[in-house]
């Protein structure tokens, strides 16, 4: 054997066919292989020629290598060799051979030419192979891992949290009178909204806290404001407990108001703006609050509203209107409130996205360990500049509230999202992070690159990016555009977050869903509860300390181990990154096959001249379900039903091809970007076959 040649061999206990199973699936190999990131068939094995795949490896860690593999051998259930494309003499050879005892010997060889030796150890190599090989066994004998097997999660210990908290400035060195005014605000308000801006108001009162199409606020102006509206709110007879509504866009008077509920100790229910007259009516008719806060633009819905609670205008528009926040704390002193006893809630809707929105309450943080968690995976730093371009009543723009708060940044609110203006907006105030959603940097990349270079955008560094799936292909698009900037954050309004991708996760394997930071952990769990095994699809269960408080109407989300589901089903790699395939009541059963409609769309749109799609599940006499595919196609794009379904049938199981194929101009979605099938499913969005 030549020197550059390392070998290595394992027993496993199934046959050579059914190890082929994940053998001669490429595609599933980053769930068994660590140093897999990702493998993505480009061509399928067909005519005894074997597959090409587009590969990315992270032979150890820092380290991405991304190239094209052909299998030059491939012999179903005994043998497939992988070579590397451009001949730079690489190979990889895994063949099986039964073993006496009717399992298989796997051995495999690697072939690494002198300059990249380096790159992988004999020793690494053969615990690779073990490790794969186990891993491969318990998927198919449908065992779970040991916990020792199992991706370690990183606990919040004090310590931890301390260092995180330094090396973010939230602690920092500053004079003794500020710190200890600081330090009565946290202890009087805890780690509330009324807390966090009392705090930076006693440390850093002259700077920026807030910035609107109308408004710059200091944390000084912000907190005597915010106490000036709680004050007024108290002499009209609001109480703890009491809730107020707010129907507002981005702009400083909604945070200002969050913060005078906190004070307060009354629950704030955070209406989505793109709810129908309807739906708002609903969701006031169930939580009764006694004011409502609205921006004029949504006055008539609540004028349309019955029922004897106040009305104030969050942005006038005209002189006709609600009395103004402005108008309504004219002469009201901006006395310090006392705390009260009872912390109010931020109650959050749900998308809404299958059904009727539901309102869940949020928890209040419990101390900085919270923040901790999120710096410890993006790289804020005290007196940043923030873009919040994501909604304030959606959980994720809340959250960029939140950490804002944490760091004491300077937030740029956009009331209405528009591409160009975020742009301009990161170029005027030298923001170095923008909170958004997927849709926006969709938005963003569609602009043409003539105004995209119009902006100096060299102070953007943190792109945080959540609040649905952020397909592959935008992924690597909005990288190799703007840079390694963008993170990916996991979670919904029941969980906070799950997990978080960083640019080094997402340039490894661009579907990702990330790692959990710490305090958190996720399982995938079956129907029964159970862990599943390694390289299974299951449904996501997500502990940490930010677990919501339940839902106003009363349902229950279900438990398992003191974890809460997602309501999502994905399954973890070797590595221990997590990835979402679909919600749980999107997945389909077509011919006996569990589906989930997830990798279709991904497929789909790395078609060229595909700009969104959206796949859900259809009844089908013959095999229960299918998916049908909505498509807007790029502008100037042609291709037909048949092309995508050709394309599909060569990327996946024939289950997932999609028999249904409808061109559209645009997908229906709420305000926050989210698609919503329902409006699909339902047949009432317009279609173009």
């Known amino acids: 054997m030549r020197d550059d040649v390392v070998q290595a061999s394992s027993i496993l206990g199934h046959s050579p066919g059914q190890v082929w199973e994940v053998i001669g699936d490429p595609e599933s190999y980053s769930r068994f292989v660590a140093e897999i990131s990702w493998c993505e068939i480009q061509r399928p094995a067909e005519r005894g020629r074997g597959p ?32 590397g494309v451009e001949n730079d003499g690489i190979w990889v050879s895994v063949e099986l051979r039964q073993a006496p005892d009717g399992g298989t010997e796997l051995l495999a060889q690697l072939m690494l030419p002198a300059p990249h030796s380096p790159l992988v150890s004999a020793a690494s190599f053969k615990r690779t192979v073990r490790a794969a090989a186990r891993r491969i066994d318990l998927h198919l004998s449908g065992r779970a891992a040991s916990p020792q097997d199992e991706p370690a999660h990183t606990k919040a210990t004090t310590l931890h949290t301390a260092s995180t908290l330094i090396k973010a400035g939230v602690l920092a060195a500053a004079r003794p009178d500020k710190i200890a005014r600081q330090l009565t605000s946290l202890s009087q308000w805890g780690a509330t909204v009324a807390g966090g801006y009392s705090a930076n108001a006693a440390r850093v009162p002259e700077e ?53 509920c906190s004070k307060l100790g009354v629950d704030a229910i955070l209406l ?43 942005w006038p528009e005209t002189e006709n209107g609600y009395p103004t926040i402005d108008q309504f704390i ?14 109010g809630r931020l109650v959050v809707l749900t998308s809404g996205t299958t059904g009727t929105p539901k309102g869940a309450r949020r928890p209040t943080p419990k101390g900085l360990s919270t923040s901790a968690a999120m710096l410890d995976r993006i790289p804020l730093h005290s007196g940043d500049r923030f873009v919040v371009a994501a909604p304030l009543f959606h959980s994720w723009g809340l959250a960029g509230m939140q950490i804002g708060m944490a760091v004491r940044a300077s937030l740029s609110l956009i009331r209405r999202f528009d ?75 029941e969980v906070s977050w799950a997990s978080i991708a960083t640019p080094e996760d997402l340039r490894a394997a661009p579907t990702t869903a990330g790692r959990c930071p710490p305090g958190t952990r996720v399982a995938i769990l079956d129907d029964d509860h159970n862990r599943v095994p ?15 408080e339940g839902y106003t109407d009363g349902a229950s989300v279900p438990r398992a181990e003191n974890l809460m589901a997602t309501g999502d089903v994905g399954y973890q790699d070797a590595a221990g990154r997590l990835f979402v395939t679909g919600r749980a009541d999107e997945m389909i059963v077509s011919g006996g096959e569990n589906v989930s409609p997830r990798p279709v769309e991904e497929a789909i749109v790395a078609l060229p001249g595909v700009h969104e799609a959206a796949v859900i599940g259809v009844p089908d006499r013959e095999f229960g379900q299918r998916f049908a595919a909505y498509i807007v196609p790029k502008r100037g794009a042609r291709m037909s039903a048949d092309d995508v379904r050709a394309y599909i049938h060569h990327r996946l199981a ?26 699909l499913r339902d047949e009432t969005w317009p279609i173009d076959q």
Request: charge should be positive.
């Open 654 to 679: 024939r289950f997932a091809v999609p028999r249904d194929v409808y061109f559209v101009e645009e997908l229906p979605r709420n305000a926050t970007g989210k698609v919503l099938k329902r409006l």
């Open 208 to 260: 920026v806290a807030l910035h609107d199409e109308r408004n710059v606020r200091t944390f000084k102006q912000a907190a005597d404001r915010s106490n000036q509206l709680a004050n007024a709110l108290a002499a009209r007879g609001v109480r703890a407990r009491d809730r107020i509504a707010l129907l507002c866009r981005n702009h400083a008077a909604m945070v200002e108001s969050l913060i005078a």
């Open 52 to 83: 090409k795949c587009l590969v990315r490896l992270e032979p150890r860690p820092g380290t991405l290598v991304v190239g094209d593999i052909e299998a030059r051998v491939w012999r179903p259930g005994e043998h497939v060799v992988w070579c």
């Open 330 to 343: 004219a002469g009201v002193p901006a006395t310090k409130l006392k705390p009260v006893d009872r912390i």
């Open 534 to 548: 390694p390289g299974w699809e299951g449904q996501i269960f997500v502990g940490n300390d930010m677990l919501f």
């Open 419 to 493: 591409a160009e203006e975020i742009l301009r907006t990161i170029a005027e105030h030298r923001c170095g992070v923008l909170f958004a959603v997927p849709i926006m940097l969709q938005r963003i990349l569609d602009l043409p690159e003539r105004i995209r270079t119009r902006y100096d955008l060299s102070s953007l560094r943190i792109v945080a990016s959540s609040g649905s799936a952020l397909p592959g292909t935008i992924v690597t698009e909005f990288m190799d555009t703007f840079g390694d900037v963008l993170y990916n954050f996991y979670g919904s309004t």
């Open 272 to 314: 989505n703006t793109g709810l129908s007259a309807g739906a708002v009516a609903d969701v006031i008719g169930l939580h009764k609050p006694v004011a409502v806060l609205a921006d004029d633009e949504f006055s008539r819905i609540i004028a349309d509203i019955p029922g004897d609670f106040l009305r104030l205008s969050t």
